[in-house]
T-cell receptor, first 115, second 113 residues
Framework: DTAVSQTPKYLVTQMGNDKSIKCEQNLGHDTMYWYKQDSKKFLKIMFS???????INETVPNRFSPKSPDKAHLNLHINSLELGDSAVYFC??????????????FGSGTRLTVV | GDSVTQMEGPVTLSEEAFLTINCTYT??????LFWYVQYPGEGLQLLLKATKADDKGSNKGFEATYRKETTSFHLEKGSVQVSDSAVYFCALFDSGGYQKVTFGTGTKLQVIP
């Protein structure tokens, strides 16, 4: 029944490692997003995909690479992890780009801790 | 560009107190406005929305009215409960701009018994 599911929920890893976070939505939405939430709860958009096409690519280090195999999945791969990458990463989806008047549906987040 | 400004938290209230969380915005077009709530350890959930001026969004006892003249969308609840303790985010979607949602910085609400 889960609408937007992310895995893993928690991820602890060492600096320099490469890791991936997966996201899947079963809502039939055509747009998916990755957001980063820092320790002060500030939300920053990283990427958005519409029908598998990259639409928004904010100022994010190129160590972060999104991949969308189909419009129900948007994965995030991070190379050479750094301490500053520690945060909670949220996946979200919506009808149409930006969510129009319907808003977003968020996943429950992946708490990444880099040690 | 678009921006959303929320009052700084944390806001601490006693149970059954009246809640107001202020939100003002700047947008180039005619945005839709939203309030999202994030409970501890969870993702954001859409709480309510308003799509045009003078619209009132409401849900679970919370209300917010889209005020174009003051560019505001303040969140209110007449009587808060401990279970309302969460972080509240104001957000806007501007269909005329970059077609993305802009979030405020969040306001943490703590309700004590």
């Amino acid at each position: 029944d889960t609408a937007v599911s992310q895995t893993p929920k928690y991820l602890v890893t060492q600096m320099g490692n490469d890791k991936s976070i997966k996201c899947e939505q079963n809502l039939g939405h055509d747009t998916m997003y990755w957001y980063k939430q820092d320790s002060k709860k500030f939300l920053k958009i990283m990427f958005s995909y519409n029908n598998k096409e990259l639409i928004i690519n904010e100022t994010v280090p190129n160590r972060f690479s999104p991949k969308s195999p189909d419009k129900a999945h948007l994965n995030l791969h991070i190379n050479s992890l750094e301490l500053g990458d520690s945060a909670v990463y949220f996946c979200a989806s919506s009808h149409r780009l930006g969510g129009s008047n319907y808003g977003y549906t968020f996943g429950s987040g992946t708490r990444l801790t880099v040690v | 560009g678009d921006s959303v400004t929320q009052m700084e938290g944390p806001v601490t209230l006693s149970e059954e107190a009246f809640l107001t969380i202020n939100c003002t915005y700047t947008a180039t077009g005619y945005p839709s406005l939203f309030w999202y709530v994030q409970y501890p350890g969870e993702g954001l959930q859409l709480l309510l929305k308003a799509t045009k001026a003078d619209d009132k969004g409401s849900n679970k006892g919370f209300e917010a009215t889209y005020r174009k003249e003051t560019t505001s969308f303040h969140l209110e609840k007449g009587s808060v409960q401990v279970s309302d303790s969460a972080v509240y985010f104001c957000a806007l979607f501007d269909s005329g701009g970059y077609q993305k949602v802009t979030f405020g910085t969040g306001t943490k609400l703590q309700v004590i018994p």
